[in-house]
T-cell receptor
């Protein structure tokens, strides 16, 4: 699993667009990028996954530049219920540990 | 509803008790995981079973004993726990395909364990 780096925390306001960037400089050629969301006292939930360029679903968009060394999760018009921890993972489980890391703690303010 | 169920949802046990956590996945996946999450800490991987064989044990104390009787069921047997073992225990499953560069984990709702 490629090492990732994310901001520890972010604050935003209701109705704003939020972008969370993840760095993954040692991403392997066939690795995908996956984002999870976790609410307190619940398990992480899959949000979106992509390989290159842009992926969009009903929840979020994922932007991946050509060099794939970073990715940006975009949440359009956030609400208070988007307050959660967001994790970026890269690749598949290999011999090293599955590491969710500390993620990004997003706090949405009214 | 993720297709992964866990029971019980809440458990209070004394340090001398023996209890078991159960996880069941209805997704046809070939890998299952136990995670521990203490208050405001990152998820800690405890055990991984792939194709019903344990493939990873991250130096978890022997008072935690996993069991995977088939690809749909996973247990975590607990005995002589310590108060610091109080945490949220999460089960997850995934479909592993080596070389695809991806996998998605589906998590259960967790068991909130309190050791008194």
């Amino acid at each position: 699993l490629a090492k990732t780096t994310q901001p520890i925390s972010m604050d935003s306001y209701e109705g704003q667009e939020v972008n969370i960037t993840c760095s993954h400089n040692n991403i392997a050629t066939n690795d995908y990028i996956t984002w999870y969301q976790q609410f307190p006292s619940q398990g992480p939930r899959f949000i979106i996954q992509g390989y290159k360029t842009k992926v969009t679903n009903e929840v979020a968009s994922l932007f991946i530049p050509a060099d794939r060394k970073s990715s940006t999760l975009s949440l359009p018009r956030v609400s208070l219920s988007d307050t959660a921890v967001y994790y970026c993972l890269v690749g598949e489980r290999r011999d090293d540990k599955i590491i969710f890391g500390k993620g990004t703690r997003l706090h949405i303010l009214p | 509803e993720t297709g992964v169920t866990q029971t019980p949802r809440h458990l209070v046990m004394g340090m001398t008790n023996k209890k078991s956590l159960k996880c069941e996945q209805h997704l046809g996946h070939n890998a299952m995981y136990w995670y521990k999450q203490s208050a405001k800490k990152p998820l800690e991987l405890m055990f991984v079973y792939s194709l019903e064989e344990r493939v990873e044990n991250n130096s978890v104390p022997s008072r935690f004993s996993p069991e995977c009787p088939n690809s749909s069921h996973l247990f975590l047997h607990l005995h002589t726990l310590q108060p610091e073992d109080s945490a949220l225990y999460l089960c997850a499953s995934s479909q592993e395909a080596i070389g695809t560069g991806t996998y998605e984990q589906y998590f259960g709702p967790g068991t909130r364990l309190t050791v008194t």
